[in-house]
């Protein structure tokens, strides 16, 4: 596989600087603005959910945004680019006629699809449907269509004298995955051989013309005119090889908007892999060829995909069935299974198929994510100056990302001039997995936890870690200790916050167990306790640990803890300070913990005066932690006399509302 990973691992010794962090090398790589052009990052594989042919790269140079539809320019000339296509659903077609169909949308002025009659042939041309896919979402405002009137093919009479037109705006489909189709225009007595239909502004995906006439009729060429900004638009990059298995640090970039800020959206994902293709190609079998597969891949085939089975003894020679199993154990040798039908992921020589592999087969199979060796997309990350962490799996040596470009107004588009991913090799530790003790727990109890790390070190290579970050729900009470392969050992709280804890202790450069011991309150069912490992001498080289198995002495194989479901949703609900004396402090804090809530619900703070009357209403939307706000004792702007306030905080979810009481005293 040179091609691809050799190609990229040129272009990005030109381009990255790398810098010494401790043992580690950290690197960014730069793509866009003044650094690797877009055109040249960009993948040549095609990924299956993805909305490609809609970037625009020349407009403004160094960015790249959604395409804006030229109204001078015909849409329709660009469709198979898009990935769009043209067909007619109703009848069957000769090859020449499917040919021809091209030709309506290419400019060619000597192919047209024609419903022509003549003396010695009857051609239907009533009812025929033409259906055309833009490739994409456009804006649309103007379709022609027209015979040819050229003085080489002079066939002006052929116009279609009636018809109907049908637009779709590729978002209303069956449940199949067909456009639902609404009437534009019917015309039954059309005296003109150029149509031309002008319709307000609108997106349009599909569009569908039908014959209502018996007259002969062809079509030389369709044509598409509207304006704005496409809808939806993908950019992915090429799969860059890191030359080794890395650790991933922050991605940033540069990007605008255009027309109302609201209205559209920039999307930035990343994945990453352990080989050089996120996908697996497939080649048909060919009539009578027959594969070796797995026992267990072998019965999860359809019947008629199963082949032989083969059995052999010690000594290699092929048996029967009844013979092999008449051998004694030690005698017998392996059973070979095949298949005889449906696709294979790999060519004769049982080498995976290659994208240039895929290209030249005769049996083209389908194409697929790997996910098996490829993460998922992540998720989108947030727009931050100074860039966010990559949270997709690492260490892993091949990266990947994408920018989905959103609009919801044809005047409004998001653009970007370049973005940024820093790495870092080698990693600290090829492999971190770590399990959590107790599984179950009370929520909103103080729970004493076991948490170990295992790391699959390489010794000389990887950089090993003295720092382990633990992050927590609430702020953690006390760490009590730490071990190294069951011994305790000397350690620091370099850190604790309200969400997470840093604990540091001896260097650990080889396979070694590490436990920290420590007590904190779980809010929620499945709370997830993610930690990160990382060398005090290189803090900004954190690697994520997975869940899996530590150590024997623990059987959770895993990092998220449960609760008992159901209970109370609201805890801990403080006042301080109370007495609360106006001018003293600039306000009192009402504190609280939200339990048990996956997702945000509305919340409500009220203060009462002793007669319940409302002086002062806070509102939000949380799910799960600890939340505040702060009153200065005013009302209007003005302070409200001394005496004593009730303070109400309310909840309301699905299945009704909680709410808990506290008195407030004010004094002058």
Same mark, same amino acid.
């Given at each position: 596989?040179?091609?691809?990973?050799?190609?990229?691992?040129?272009?990005?010794?030109?381009?990255?600087?790398?810098?010494? !962090?401790?043992?580690?090398?950290?690197?960014?790589?730069?793509?866009?603005?003044?650094?690797?052009?877009?055109?040249?990052?960009?993948?040549?594989?095609?990924?299956?959910?993805?909305?490609?042919?809609?970037?625009?790269?020349?407009?403004?140079?160094?960015?790249?945004?959604?395409?804006?539809?030229?109204?001078?320019?015909?849409?329709?000339?660009?469709?198979?680019?898009?990935?769009?296509?043209?067909?007619?659903?109703?009848?069957?077609?000769?090859?020449?006629?499917?040919?021809?169909?091209?030709?309506?949308?290419?400019?060619?002025?000597?192919?047209?699809?024609?419903?022509?009659?003549?003396?010695?042939?009857?051609?239907?041309?009533?009812?025929?449907?033409?259906? !055309?896919?833009?490739?994409?979402?456009?804006?649309?405002?103007?379709?022609?269509?027209?015979?040819?009137?050229?003085?080489?093919?002079?066939?002006?009479?052929?116009?279609?004298?009636?018809?109907?037109?049908?637009?779709?705006?590729?978002?209303?489909? =069956?449940?199949?995955?067909?456009?639902?189709?609404?009437?534009?225009?019917?015309?039954?007595?059309?005296?003109?051989?150029?149509?031309?239909?002008?319709?307000?502004?609108?997106?349009?995906?599909?569009?569908?013309?039908?014959?209502? =006439?018996?007259?002969?009729?062809?079509?030389?060429?369709?044509?598409?005119?509207?304006?704005?900004?496409?809808?939806?638009?993908?950019? !992915?990059?090429?799969?860059?090889?890191?030359?080794?298995?890395?650790?991933?640090?922050?991605?940033?970039?540069?990007?605008?908007?255009?027309?109302?800020?609201?209205?559209?959206?920039?999307?930035?994902?990343?994945?990453?892999?352990?080989?050089?293709?996120?996908?697996?190609?497939?080649?048909?079998?060919? $009539?009578?060829?027959?594969?070796?597969?797995?026992?267990?891949?072998?019965?999860?085939?359809?019947?008629?995909?199963?082949?032989?089975?083969?059995?052999?003894?010690?000594?290699?020679?092929?048996?029967?069935?009844?013979?092999?199993?008449?051998?004694?154990?030690?005698?017998?040798? *392996?059973?070979?299974?095949?298949?005889?039908?449906?696709?294979?992921?790999?060519?004769?020589?049982?080498?995976?198929?290659?994208?240039?592999?895929?290209? =030249?087969?005769?049996?083209?199979?389908?194409?697929?994510?790997?996910?098996?060796?490829?993460?998922?997309?992540?998720?989108?990350?947030?727009?931050?100056?100074?860039?966010?962490?990559?949270?997709?799996?690492?260490?892993?040596?091949?990266?990947?990302?994408?920018?989905?470009?959103?609009?919801?107004?044809?005047?409004?588009?998001?653009?970007?001039?370049?973005?940024?991913?820093?790495?870092?090799?080698?990693?600290?530790?090829?492999? !971190?997995?770590?399990?959590?003790?107790?599984?179950?727990?009370?929520?909103? *109890?103080?729970?004493?936890?076991?948490?170990?790390?295992?790391?699959?070190?390489?010794?000389?290579?990887?950089?090993?870690?003295?720092?382990?970050?633990?992050?927590?729900?609430?702020?953690?009470?006390?760490?009590?200790?730490?071990?190294?392969?069951?011994? *305790?050992?000397?350690?620091?709280?370099?850190?604790?916050?309200?969400?997470?804890?840093?604990?540091?202790?001896?260097?650990?450069?080889?396979?070694?167990?590490?436990?920290?011991?420590?007590?904190?309150?779980?809010?929620?069912?499945?709370?997830?306790?993610?930690?990160?490992?990382?060398?005090?001498?290189?803090?900004?080289?954190?690697?994520?640990?997975?869940?899996?198995?530590?150590?024997?002495?623990?059987?959770?194989?895993?990092?998220?803890?449960?609760?008992?479901?159901?209970?109370?949703?609201?805890?801990?609900?403080?006042?301080?300070?109370?007495?609360?004396?106006?001018?003293?402090?600039?306000?009192?804090?009402?504190?609280?913990?939200?339990?048990?809530?996956?997702?945000?619900?509305?919340?409500?703070?009220?203060?009462?005066?002793?007669?319940?009357?409302?002086?002062?209403?806070?509102?939000?939307?949380?799910?799960?932690?600890?939340?505040?706000?702060? $009153?200065?004792?005013?009302?209007?702007?003005?302070?409200?006399?001394?005496?004593?306030?009730?303070?109400?905080?309310?909840?309301?979810?699905?299945?009704?509302?909680?709410?808990?009481?506290?008195?407030?005293?004010?004094?002058?």
């Amino acid at each position: 596989m040179e091609s691809r990973s050799f190609r990229i691992s040129v272009i990005f010794l030109c381009l990255v600087g790398v810098v010494p !962090i401790g043992r580690a090398h950290g690197g960014t790589y730069v793509i866009g603005g003044k650094a690797l052009p877009w055109k040249e990052a960009v993948w040549d594989e095609a990924d299956p959910d993805a909305a490609v042919g809609v970037i625009e790269f020349e407009r403004r140079p160094g960015w790249i945004l959604p395409v804006e539809i030229d109204t001078a320019e015909n849409i329709a000339s660009k469709i198979f680019e898009r990935g769009g296509g043209v067909s007619v659903p109703n009848v069957p077609l000769s090859r020449e006629e499917k040919d021809a169909l091209v030709g309506i949308v290419n400019g060619d002025p000597a192919v047209a699809f024609e419903r022509k009659s003549t003396p010695a042939k009857k051609v239907n041309s009533y009812g025929i449907l033409l259906d !055309i896919d833009l490739g994409a979402r456009l804006g649309v405002d103007r379709i022609r269509f027209f015979p040819r009137m050229s003085e080489k093919y002079p066939y002006s009479e052929y116009f279609m004298r009636a018809y109907e037109l049908y637009l779709n705006d590729g978002l209303e489909l =069956t449940e199949e995955g067909n456009p639902i189709y609404h009437l534009a225009v019917r015309e039954e007595k059309n005296t003109e051989p150029v149509v031309d239909v002008r319709f307000p502004l609108q997106y349009v995906r599909y569009i569908r013309i039908k014959s209502i =006439t018996e007259a002969s009729w062809e079509i030389d060429e369709v044509q598409v005119f509207g304006a704005g900004f496409v809808p939806t638009a993908t950019y !992915i990059s090429k799969v860059f090889d890191l030359g080794d298995a890395a650790i991933f640090g922050r991605i940033w970039w540069h990007q605008k908007k255009v027309g109302t800020p609201s209205k559209s959206k920039v999307i930035v994902r990343t994945r990453t892999g352990t080989d050089d293709t996120p996908l697996v190609y497939y080649r048909k079998l060919a $009539w009578g060829e027959e594969v070796e597969v797995s026992k267990e891949e072998y019965y999860r085939l359809d019947p008629d995909e199963q082949g032989e089975i083969r059995y052999f003894a010690k000594d290699g020679s092929e048996v029967s069935k009844k013979v092999y199993y008449s051998l004694p154990p030690e005698e017998r040798g *392996e059973v070979k299974y095949y298949r005889t039908g449906g696709e294979v992921p790999f060519d004769r020589e049982g080498l995976p198929i290659t994208k240039a592999m895929y290209d =030249t087969l005769s049996l083209k199979g389908r194409i697929e994510l790997d996910r098996e060796n490829w993460s998922s997309w992540s998720s989108p990350y947030d727009y931050r100056e100074g860039g966010v962490f990559i949270v997709s799996p690492c260490p892993r040596r091949y990266f990947q990302f994408r920018i989905d470009f959103e609009s919801r107004d044809l005047d409004a588009a998001g653009m970007v001039d370049s973005i940024a991913f820093q790495f870092f090799v080698p990693p600290i530790a090829r492999r !971190i997995v770590a399990e959590i003790s107790p599984r179950k727990v009370v929520a909103g *109890e103080p729970t004493r936890f076991t948490y170990a790390v295992r790391p699959t070190i390489r010794e000389g290579v990887d950089t090993g870690f003295d720092r382990l970050e633990i992050l927590t729900p609430v702020k953690v009470d006390t760490v009590e200790v730490v071990r190294i392969d069951g011994d *305790e050992v000397k350690f620091e709280v370099v850190e604790v916050d309200h969400d997470h804890f840093t604990v540091g202790f001896p260097k650990v450069t080889s396979d070694r167990l590490v436990e920290v011991v420590f007590r904190c309150e779980v809010l929620r069912y499945g709370t997830t306790f993610l930690a990160r490992a990382f060398d005090s001498a290189a803090e900004e080289v954190k690697q994520p640990v997975v869940a899996g198995d530590a150590t024997s002495e623990i059987d959770t194989d895993d990092i998220s803890v449960h609760t008992a479901l159901g209970g109370a949703l609201i805890r801990k609900l403080e006042v301080r300070p109370d007495p609360f004396i106006p001018g003293s402090a600039d306000a009192t804090r009402i504190s609280w913990d939200l339990l048990q809530l996956t997702r945000p619900v509305p919340f409500y703070v009220d203060i009462y005066d002793i007669s319940g009357r409302l002086v002062r209403r806070f509102q939000g939307r949380g799910k799960s932690g600890t939340y505040f706000k702060e $009153w200065d004792g005013r009302c209007g702007g003005k302070l409200v006399p001394p005496g004593v306030y009730i303070v109400r905080v309310r909840v309301e979810t699905d299945s009704g509302r909680e709410e808990k009481f506290r008195t407030l005293t004010l004094v002058y």
